[in-house]
Nanobody
Framework: QVQLVESGGGLVQAGGSLRLSCAAS????????MGWFRQRPGKQRELVAI???????NYADSAKGRVTISRDNAKNTVELQMNNLKPEDTAVYYC????????????WGQGTQVTVSS
């Protein structure tokens, strides 16, 4: 089992920046990829960015140029640097981890609120 805990959310004005962090614990050696998703009120949860164990990254079109995902294997953390935030970025942001050994499993953090004011 993998446990994920997010931090770093908060209130920021449009154009500002936030850095989210996700700490993983448990069977972290089995994780294949980690990522960040967000869920806006009344909307489906959507991908923001993912990073694989090889360091490959993928970003949602809305995040490209404004968001950078990174990981620190020594600290078992993954971070999401968000710049030039917009009001439409307001959402609960969730850390996600996936593994494929002995079947597919994915894990979610509890979420951290990001609010961007205009």
């Amino acid at each position: 089992q993998v446990q994920l805990v997010e931090s770093g959310g908060g209130l920021v004005q449009a154009g500002g920046s936030l850095r989210l962090s996700c700490a993983a614990s448990g069977q972290i050696s089995s994780i294949s990829s980690m990522g960040w998703f967000r869920q806006r009120p009344g909307k489906q949860r959507e991908l923001v960015a993912i990073i694989t164990t090889d360091g490959d990254t993928n970003y949602a079109d809305s995040a490209k140029g404004r968001v950078t995902i990174s990981r620190d294997n020594a600290k078992n953390t993954v971070e999401l640097q968000m710049n030039n935030l917009k009001p439409e970025d307001t959402a609960v942001y969730y850390c996600n981890a996936k593994r494929y050994s002995l079947g597919f499993f994915q894990y979610w953090g509890q979420g951290t609120q990001v609010t961007v004011s205009s």
